[in-house]
């Protein structure tokens, strides 16, 4: 049972692990690195493999970070079975396409740019554009069920609920040799929509997600009433409330807690505005599939009912109305991508709105300390903002208790049904997982850091420090105060 990691080993992006499992290669999850040039520029790292050799690849959920070098992995001549689930599929559409228009676009307007200074050469080719992820799309086998045994590449492999996002999945992995875990992302037991993760069966390896390992987060309760309180604050600013918000189980978890405080009357009916293309086309897909969700929202989408749908809601489907609202006179909430602030419509509204002091920013996803929410959340006085620079006077909470991914008491609850001896981890900073390895060893297990690139047998015996040998000074910490995470 070996496992080398591509993505996701020593940090939180670009999740990649490719395993050898009884002689075949089945690769778990083909992410995108996101957070900064230096990490983006691994993206354009040529695959430590080829992708002709792998057996299968498996998909835990569909955030960009698991699928995104998807397309890129087929245009270099991978042609087999891509399994996952069925919102997976669904939702693995609206992100891959997403990325790809991204892609085109900003090559198109960089070319524009370069060509003034004749540097048209210097302008990156996009990954992979919308002919390749409808390759991709096609190679998709969206039939993994909660529960329910596949034989993969030889290997039995059962997808289990990770409560993380719509259709996420952790997957236990059966040889004749052993049984195998790996978590792909943890949700947070307190979901604002998802179930709790099923308890894993016993394992003898278990390869899991660290994000959050050194933290505890705000219960739901207190989460819901600090977002309500600085909603209540914001409007009676009387100006704009901008949420800067990710298309995937964020836009929708904010959607429905925005209908329950109006409906509640714990917040004013203010005008709403879904300023995201890309969250309206997920919010559908958390229609089709809201069997998957928490009693309360499954109960109103089966009577009938739109429970993503606040009274005051408008949908923003061009740039075109996008932009005309910057005219809108009065209080309203705009929601708009991208969750970091670092591209998409949200930019425009940050740029007519950041330094008015009536303005609220509301954050309710991580922001990466690179990123310009991570900018604004250290307390930036101005920020670069579409080739101009804004004053920071907009009022800003930060509110860290949406996070979509397990705290270290999630992680402990949910390795203690494991009965695993090893754990190994993945997709955390380094300080993080090296202040979770104490944590574990209490518990009586031992624990090891996934080293990048290097090959790990994980039945073997590990590292004796728990830290993978060459790994000399952790990347910086993210020191960005707010929990979230995609
Ligand atoms: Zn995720």
Not at 175 to 185: I, V
Not at 233 to 258: D, M, Y
Not at 287 to 293: I, N, S, V
Request: with cysteine; proline share 7%; net charge negative.
């Amino acid at each position: 049972m070996q496992m080398q990691s591509f993505g996701a080993a020593c940090t939180v992006t670009g999740s990649m692990h490719l395993l050898t499992l009884g002689g075949r290669k089945i690769l778990v999850d083909c992410g995108m690195f996101q957070g900064g040039d230096e990490l983006e520029a691994r993206n354009r790292e040529a695959f430590p493999f080829d992708p002709g050799d792998l057996d299968a690849v498996i998909l835990t959920h569909a955030h960009l970070d698991h699928v995104g070098r998807l397309p890129l992995l087929v245009k270099l001549g991978y042609r087999g079975p891509v399994y996952c689930t069925a919102p997976t599929a669904a939702l693995t559409e609206t992100v891959l396409l997403d990325s790809a228009r991204l892609q085109v676009d900003g090559y198109r307007r960089e070319l524009r740019h370069a060509r003034r200074r004749n540097r048209e050469d210097e302008v990156l080719a996009p990954l992979y554009e919308e002919d390749d992820v409808h390759r991709t799309l096609a190679l998709l086998r969206p039939r993994l069920e909660f529960g329910e045994t596949e034989r993969i590449a030889g290997v039995r492999v059962t997808p289990q609920r990770a409560g993380h996002i719509l259709g996420s999945a952790y997957l236990v992995l059966e040889t004749p040799e052993a049984r195998l875990l790996m978590s792909g992302d943890l949700g947070n037991r307190e979901s604002g929509l998802q179930l709790d993760f099923t308890p894993p069966p016993e394992v003898d390896a278990a390869v899991i997600e660290t994000t959050y390992a050194n933290r505890a987060h705000r219960h739901w309760e207190g989460t819901r009433a600090e977002f309500a309180e600085a909603l209540r604050t914001s409007v009676r600013q009387n100006g704009k409330i901008l949420i800067p918000t990710f298309a995937i189980e964020r836009a929708q978890t904010i959607l429905h807690t925005i209908k329950e405080l109006m409906e509640a009357g714990e917040v004013p009916r203010i005008p709403v505005f879904l300023d995201s293309p890309m969250a309206t086309r997920a919010t559908h897909e958390y229609f089709e599939f809201g069997d998957e969700l928490i009693p309360p929202v499954r109960d109103a989408l089966q009577a009938g009912e739109d429970p993503f749908r606040p009274s005051t809601l408008h949908v923003v489907p061009t740039s075109a109305e996008s932009q005309r609202l910057n005219r809108y006179d009065g209080p309203a909430i705009i929601m708009a991508g991208n969750g970091m602030m670092t591209g998409g419509r949200i930019q425009h509204h940050l740029k007519h709105h950041l330094w008015k002091p009536s303005t609220s920013l509301i954050i309710v996803s991580f922001q990466s300390p690179s990123s310009l929410g991570g900018r604004i959340v250290a307390g930036a006085d101005t920020v670069r903002l579409m080739g101009e620079d804004v004053a920071v006077r907009a009022q800003v909470h930060t509110i860290g208790g949406f996070s979509a991914h397990a705290d270290q008491d999630d992680l402990l609850a949910f390795l203690g049904t494991s009965g695993t001896p090893h754990v190994w981890l993945v997709h955390g900073e380094v300080d993080v997982m090296e202040a979770f390895l104490p944590v574990l060893e209490g518990r009586g297990l031992k624990g090891d850091i996934v080293p990048d690139r290097a090959p790990v047998d994980l039945l073997g015996a590990g590292f004796a420090s728990g830290r993978p040998p060459g790994l000399v000074s952790p990347p910086p910490r993210n020191e960005a105060p707010v929990a979230g995470g995609e």
